[in-house]
């Protein structure tokens, strides 16, 4: 009986061993782009500490990823508290080689009187955009008619 309890639990660690082993982390690429991204805001509340290059992008405050593939999917930096938090600064075109995001939400942050940046429409697996109260400027950018795959745009 001894034994057996042996051979169970050793079965257990090494099958959990090999989970661990397998399980996914950020692609790099995208963890690159991100931390390019927010060397163009400025975060007077550190929401965005998390962000570093020893952790893993998918446990980032902020960032989603897909639970196959390990890529991003969602980056939700809207403002939980309109009028304090609040992000500033610009929206970096690195976001572009977020490849596979489909929900960007920027509500309510401090963007500075932009304009809505062109290479939004560029994003094709966009499926959600936020920019409620995020401050831009400007026209709106024709661009964002070339998200074909959108279902929820808010400009507020």
């Known amino acids: ?9 050793f079965l257990f ?4 061993n090999l989970c661990k082993a397998n399980s996914l982390a950020c692609n790099e690429k995208e963890k690159q782009a991100l931390l390019r991204s927010i060397q163009a805001l400025t975060d007077p509340t550190k929401r965005l500490s998390s962000w570093s290059l020893t952790e893993d992008c998918c446990g980032w405050t902020d960032v989603g990823c897909d639970n196959v593939s390990g890529r991003v ?19 970096s075109p690195s976001l572009l080689e977020l490849e596979h995001l489909n929900f960007l939400n920027l509500r309510f942050n ?14 094709r697996s966009l499926t959600y955009v936020n920019l409620w109260g995020a401050s831009f400027g400007g026209l709106i ?6 998200l074909s795959s959108l279902c929820h745009l808010d400009l507020g």
């Open 141 to 146: 950018a024709h661009q964002l008619g070339n």
């Open 73 to 91: 999917v969602e980056l939700n930096l809207g403002n939980p508290y309109p009028h304090s938090y609040a992000l500033g600064g610009e929206i």
């Open 110 to 123: 401090d963007l500075g009187g932009a304009p809505i940046p062109n290479f939004l429409g560029s994003m």
């Open 13 to 16: 660690l090494a099958i959990l």
């Open 1 to 9: 009986m001894r034994n057996s309890n042996s051979i169970v639990a």
